[in-house]
């Protein structure tokens, strides 16, 4: 696994220890020790990064702080029900979550926080049907906002994350409306051959 280390800021002995998996770069557990994370990227699997890559990269690319990790429904229950339980007071304001199969990460996610929660089916063996089905069938009461199966799903995650803060960040809502033009511009740009 490729590992690189990041230059740790200034910390109480508390907070490092706390912290301590944000300051090591990998595919799986991406850092951003500068800025407190508003968006939490979670996959049930580091299986899921290829396709849950496409959020944190959008993410990035609209200047949104944000922080990506493996937790699972079923392999890390305690984990992730913690994780939720406590995101609201680390100051994250959405979470994206991306399941394949029997997934029902997002939707425990939510059980365990009133904080947003987007789920990204993964696509799996049964082409991602399973997971577009079991993220986004919830009952009443314990919403998930659930996207398009894959990439393109998770991709929209990083965008509808950056649309939520939006409506009370000036900053994001201006990327994210430069980065509508400059789509609107490429498409308008295109060239046929014919
Ligand atoms: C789900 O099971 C994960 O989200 C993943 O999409 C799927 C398969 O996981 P692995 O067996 O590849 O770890 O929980």
Do not use: C
């Amino acid at each position: 696994m490729h590992s690189k280390s990041v230059t740790a800021p200034k910390r109480g002995v508390k907070e490092t220890l706390y912290a301590s998996w944000r300051l090591v770069e990998t595919p799986y557990n991406v850092p951003m020790p500068e800025s407190k994370p508003l968006v939490a990227v979670i996959m049930g699997s580091k299986s899921d990064w290829d396709t849950m890559r496409n959020a944190v990269e959008t993410l990035d690319e609209l200047g949104v702080p944000n922080e990506a990790r493996v937790l699972s429904a079923h392999r890390t229950p305690d984990a992730t029900a913690e994780f939720a339980r406590g995101a609201v007071d680390r100051g994250l304001r959405v979470i994206i979550a991306g399941a394949g199969g029997a997934a029902h990460l997002a939707g425990v996610i939510a059980a365990h926080t009133w904080l947003p929660v987007l789920g990204v089916p993964i696509q799996s063996k049964l082409q991602g049907l399973d997971s577009l089905l079991s993220t986004a069938q919830m009952p009443g009461g314990i919403p998930v906002g659930t996207l398009a199966i894959g990439e393109a799903g998770a991709k929209n995650a990083g965008l509808l994350a950056a649309a939520i803060l939006a409506t009370s960040d000036n900053t994001i809502r201006q990327k994210l409306e430069a980065f509508r033009r400059r789509q609107s511009e490429t498409v308008l740009a295109a060239k046929l051959r014919r």
